[in-house]
């Protein structure tokens, strides 16, 4: 059971005056394109974003439109708000620049989850850690929550204050770190 939670971003999240996730991706707007190869593994789909207007009519009846409980928080607090509304125990998470979800990088990532029983598990592309772009339990909602209400919350601090594994991505194929 997994939930899908796509990371859709604010004001901020927009480009050629147009929201990041209604540019074309294969002859449909990114965010459907996403909503679709994630329905192929995921039980729901929700997507956070604080322009919910613009993406709702993009959006079927049956994903879940939602906004941050903790404003101007970035990403962290997206995550935050997609993890707190889930109804599955495990949630893959992307951002809504996110071209080729792949489910399987997904699977690994989860498989990865279960088998080393950490809070987290994220892939490391080109080198860096893509906190946004992996797959989380939802009981770090807990640890998230009290992490936002800090003044100075950061991707990195938060990282640090939760169990993670990672798979480095290197010409399309898997490797365990």
């Not at 939602?66 to 990403?75: E, R, Y």
């Not at 509304?85 to 690994?108: G, H, K, Q």
């Not at 850690?129 to 998230?144: H, P």
């Not at 936002?148 to 950061?154: I, N, P, R």
């Amino acid at each position: 059971m997994l939930t899908g939670v796509i990371l859709a971003g604010g004001p901020n999240d927009h480009v050629y005056g147009r929201h990041r996730s209604l540019l074309p991706q294969h002859s449909e707007p990114l965010i459907q394109f996403q909503i679709r190869e994630m329905r192929k593994i995921v039980d729901e789909i929700i997507v956070v974003t604080n322009t919910p207007r613009e993406l709702l009519p993009y959006v079927p009846a049956d994903t879940r439109i939602i906004t941050d409980f903790f404003q101007n928080k970035g990403p962290l607090g997206g995550l935050h708000a997609g993890l707190s509304l889930s109804r599955m125990e495990v949630a893959w998470v992307i951002e809504s620049d996110n071209l080729m979800p792949s489910t399987c990088v997904a699977s690994r990532l989860i498989k990865n989850l279960l088998k080393l029983e950490v809070d987290a598990a994220l892939p490391i592309i080109n080198g860096a850690l893509e906190a946004f772009e992996g797959v989380y339990r939802t009981s770090v909602k807990s640890k998230l929550t009290e992490f936002l209400q800090q003044e100075e919350a950061s991707v990195s601090s938060f990282l640090e204050n939760i169990t993670t594994s990672s798979v480095i991505l290197e010409s399309d194929r898997l490797f365990l770190k």
